[in-house]
């Protein structure tokens, strides 16, 4: 009964996102200003990990195609499906919640436990639709194209160690990206991105706005909206791979 209590508490939540609306001048502030935060701040820790964990990708995979009569192209046609199907928008939306996630509900709980949301709901602003939304719109924007951001890296990062260990040429590996590559997968991945940064920022700001107490419990809520956030983000993965990639 708590989990559905929780739940049904969680899509109240949403609801109150277009209730009592502020103007659509404010909201274009307040959006731009988060997807400064969001994006900005975040593009060099995805090139980062993203760029590390193609390279890796690479080694391993070659690692483990050591039959003679498997052609050297199949090691980047591999790291491309990994990382256009999983890495990109899958792998990274764990470090996107553990980063992003975490920082939107510690400010939100910090303003709960500060009553500065309080003050928002005296002056009769909708706190969730003033605060929250901008959250989750910069959210949708951002993280797609920090998706598009992660894959070029990690296939450049492939690509990279690919050649300058010699495990095979900047021509193999070039065709083995364009080998029988499907567009549909593209589609899927940015699909799951939008999917995954709605998850994420709703589930975040819901954990960070609900904080009660002091301190140690704005620490509890923005642990409590990562973990959250991965479980969804895993549940939401199985759920579009099973309807949008399942042979019929």
């Known amino acids: 009964m708590g989990f559905l ?6 899509f109240m939540f949403l609801g109150n996102l277009f ?7 404010t909201h274009y502030k307040l959006v731009v200003d988060e997807c400064l935060l969001i994006g900005v701040d975040s593009i060099l ?5 993203s760029t590390f964990i193609g390279a890796v990708s690479t080694v391993q995979t070659a690692f483990n195609l050591v039959a003679p009569y498997i052609p050297k192209y199949v090691i980047s046609q591999v790291v491309r499906e990994m ?15 553990g980063k992003v996630g975490s920082s939107m509900s510690g400010n939100l709980g910090t ?39 992660s894959g070029v890296c990690a296939l450049t ?35 799951k991105a939008i999917t995954f940064g709605f998850l994420v920022a709703s589930i975040s700001s819901y954990k960070g706005y609900y904080t009660t107490g002091g301190a140690l419990e704005v620490g509890i809520s923005s642990t409590k909206a990562v973990t959250t956030s991965v479980i969804a983000i895993l549940l939401a993965d199985y759920v579009l791979a099973q309807l949008l990639l399942s042979p019929a």
């Open 83 to 97: 990382t256009v199907l999983e890495l990109a928008p899958t792998v990274m939306a764990i470090v996107y919640a």
């Open 157 to 191: 990062g492939g690509y990279l160690v690919g050649v300058i260990t010699g495990i095979l040429a900047p021509t193999e590996y070039i065709y083995g990206i364009r080998y029988l590559f499907n567009e549909f997968t593209v589609t899927f991945a940015l699909i």
């Open 19 to 25: 209730v009592n609306r502020e103007s659509f001048k």
């Open 5 to 10: 209590k929780e739940i049904g508490k969680y």
């Open 45 to 49: 820790l995805f090139v980062l990990v």
């Open 111 to 149: 303003m709960r436990i500060t009553e500065q949301i309080d003050a928002l709901e005296v002056m009769g602003i909708n706190s969730i639709n003033y605060l929250v939304l901008p959250k989750i719109i910069a959210s949708l924007l951002m993280y797609p194209m920090l998706v598009i951001v």
